[in-house]
């Protein structure tokens, strides 16, 4: 009375088929089923490429991240995973199933199934690998770029080294939740035995447009967040401050980025008996418009230096905008694409919400610069506290169906 | 240089006017945003009626959902805190702000802001009341529905009293996970002093639709959930099974309903390691097509007597649907609208995820019937345990503007 599995895969298929996709089996060319895609919201983001997606790729609404330690210290069995690992995310980003099934039911499905019958989503899925994989275990340790080290100690610190850290890091975005969950609970499956997940985090809403296409979402503080982002089609400046080129050390690296993670936990509570002047002080803009405070409209370009009647600056010296301007940091920029959070409630029975900070760069100095500053003087000190920490190096795009994530860094 | 309050207040109209919504500042009929709604999953859902809605809506995407612990054991506040919530509720689920800002800009925003700009996305805030509101201390002994208990010990129970119970439940349910949370968040803000947040429940998506319009999702069996659910369009069976008529020894509570919320956290990784015909055993449908085992089609009805060639049971003794279906229970139905979640890792390190159960009834007894079976044989006990467990009787609809949640019971 059972379906054969050939029926089940087939049955998965219909996933693509349902929304006018349609992606032949095995193929993993996610190209064919970007063509057919019904709308941007719901179709595929093509997985092979120059970089990975999900970093240029204008931000999707959720997130599920996780950071994962290896288990083993085989350096054959790491790149068995990770070509494992690849071949999922180019079938999963295509909204097909992780592939694999035989035709017995006597064996466990090869796709957990929970996104079966939902469209790509646009699903993007990267990977970064943290300091500790060069640490020596997998003959890497030449080839750890110098750019690549534990963040040092910065102010406003209060970290949790169980949520911090990690072999291995998988950024899951996509414009439906179960989609993005899904990508991470197979990754995590396919790693069993070979690397087990340290710590995880999911993001329900954006914070940071990635595209001028993007209107500006707003974080928990109520505030348009990223007006000044990076977007991903300004080539020039990505070329600048995101992807890693000729200047690296590491010629496997070129193409690739540095990821710094943080959970910015935010006392909201505090912030919502904050007056809206004072929040507005803060940040340095008005919280209607976005705009900053010297300014009327949200991209009008903040003025630094201009003063009020009682000759006092209008964007305060301690404003958050100011002290993350690229004016004030010898005109550094990051491509941010964090996530708002909620894990419930903290110990002091408060929300316990904030910011899922990722950040995207050249080298992870442009973060340690901006938060040098921030963390010392940013007057929204006292309503965040960033209590996780990780950075990554994040290989270049995987070229093609034969290649596998990483593959420059293992040749 | 800031804006002025009256400023702030028309720029989160916007909110509306951005989705092609006009709501009169100060109206509190839904029905108005609705008529100019966009589309019927980001429009609005009226708040206003003979029931709450929440309950035969068309399920949402995602849910937030929390138990709150009254702090005063005054009448005259919990009234006030509930015609407080009302207000608010009515605003946001039209797509406006929590109202109340003066002209000035120094007092804290009236609302948390982060919802601005978003449609109201089928926003829906429904109440209940748990048993210990009735214990006394609000002169509410003599009202309390003789249906309203703590639910029995169950079998299976594997019960966090942290994340159990409490006084009144709030379930934020919408199309975009943010505008949800804003809403639990904007209550939680409203109820200082007077109530505090004893536990909560993100849900990323939803595993049972509740209108025919809508197809069947998945839970995170990566199976069909609710194929046979009731459906809030039908009327007759709404009115058998799920709303309190004059059976009921509470005349306040007629057109209420009682929900049963459960947390049933399922060990997925070992159900990814089952064959797929044991998964199907277990559940006694087919995983793709989501047929039972002895049909074709999803809503073709399952066969409880059909016998293979070895004459046993297609649908096993055992089997889920069989424990739980109405042929089995003398006809018992419930109203299910409940969300799969995750919360990270678990002690073991395994993912802490499942099926956050949320279930409407017209007597908590029919939960309990289902449970008793299910919880003593269902063949699906080896894969998950209930974690959390409450009960609350949910008032009927707030009529009208002049209205608020729990009026009839306080009258």
């Known amino acids: 009375m059972s379906v054969s599995r050939r029926g089940f895969l087939g049955g998965l298929g219909l996933a693509g088929a349902g929304v006018g996709v349609t992606v032949a089996a095995g193929c993993s060319k996610a190209e064919k089923a970007t063509a057919a895609a019904p709308s941007s919201n719901t179709g595929t983001v093509p997985f092979h490429g120059a970089h990975q997606a999900g970093i240029a790729t204008e931000t999707q609404d959720s997130l599920a991240f996780a950071a994962f330690d290896l288990t083993t210290t085989s350096r054959s069995d790491l790149i068995d995973m990770l ?21 017995s039911d006597q064996v466990p ?14 699903l993007t899925i990267t990977i970064g690998f943290g300091p500790s994989l060069f640490d020596g275990r997998f003959g890497l340790a030449d080839r750890r770029p110098a750019a690549l080290a534990d963040l040092p100690a910065l102010p406003g610190d209060d970290l949790n080294p169980d949520r911090s850290g990690g072999d291995i890091a998988i950024q899951a975005c996509a414009n439906d939740p179960q989609v993005a969950f899904h990508a991470m609970r197979n990754l995590n499956r396919l790693a069993l035995g070979t690397a087990s997940m340290r710590w995880s985090q999911l993001g329900f809403g954006k914070t940071a447009s990635t595209s001028a296409s993007q209107t500006t979402p707003r974080n928990l503080l109520g505030f348009k967040d990223g007006t000044r982002n990076i977007r991903g089609e300004d080539k020039s400046t990505m070329d600048s401050f995101v992807w890693v080129g000729k200047e690296s050390d590491q010629e496997w690296l070129h193409g690739g980025s540095f990821l710094v993670a943080r959970r910015i936990k935010m006392q909201i509570e505090a912030w919502d008996h904050d007056f809206l002047a004072d929040q507005e002080s803060v940040i340095g803009r008005h919280k209607v418009t976005g705009a900053p405070l010297t300014g009327a409209r949200e991209f009008d370009g903040p003025d630094l230096k201009a003063k009020d009647s009682s000759r006092e600056l209008v964007i305060g010296a301690d404003a958050h905008i100011r002290l ?3 004016e004030t940091n010898g005109g550094v920029q990051i491509l941010r694409r964090g996530y708002s959070f909620t894990d419930g409630m903290d110990a002091q029975g408060q929300l316990d919400a904030g910011l899922f900070f990722l950040a995207y760069q050249k080298n992870p100095r442009q973060f340690i610069t901006l938060q040098r500053r921030l963390g010392a003087h940013d007057a929204l000190n006292e309503y965040i506290s960033h209590t996780s920490s990780a950075v990554f190096v994040c290989p270049p795009g995987v070229r093609d169906s034969n290649g596998y994530w990483g593959e420059t860094l293992f040749a």
């Open 83 to 103: 070509r494992t690992w690849t071949t999922a995310a180019a079938a999963i980003t295509a909204g097909q199933p992780v592939l694999g099934d035989s035709a």
């Open 109 to 122: 499905p090869a796709d957990t199934g929970e996104a079966a019958g939902l469209p790509p989503n646009r």
């Open 324 to 326: 993350a301007s690229r």
